[in-house]
Nanobody, 115 residues
Framework: QVQLVESGGGLVQPGGSLRLSCAVS????????LSWYRQALGKQRELVAA???????NYADSVKGRFTISRDNAKNTVYLQMNSLEPEDTAVYYC?????????WGQGTQVTVSS
């Protein structure tokens, strides 16, 4: 059974930083394509960043230059480093793992950017 557990969310002031972590258990971690999504209140869930098995990354335009996705195959963990946070980044952040066309989701972690 595949499980994803996010951590690292919280309250931060505008301009601050947070690092989200997502620990993946079950299956072979290195074959997963991994991504971070977010869903703000009253809005649709949107892709924030993704990283392939080979380490290729892509980002939503709204976070380019501020967020960095990375993976540690030895720790079965994917990270999202978020810098220069803005109030518009406030949302529940979800980790997603895809293997052989099957998607697995975490439970989400709240990020609130406010002064």
């Amino acid at each position: 059974q595949v499980q994803l557990v996010e951590s690292g969310g919280g309250l931060v002031q505008p301009g601050g930083s947070l690092r989200l972590s997502c620990a993946v258990s079950g299956g072979i971690f290195s074959v997963y394509t991994l991504s971070w999504y977010r869903q703000a209140l009253g809005k649709q869930r949107e892709l924030v960043a993704a990283i392939t098995t080979g380490g290729t990354t892509n980002y939503a335009d709204s976070v380019k230059g501020r967020f960095t996705i990375s993976r540690d195959n030895a720790k079965n963990t994917v990270y999202l480093q978020m810098n220069s946070l803005e109030p518009e980044d406030t949302a529940v952040y979800y980790c997603k793992a895809v293997r052989y066309g099957v998607s697995y989701w975490g439970q989400g972690t709240q990020v609130t950017v406010s002064s």
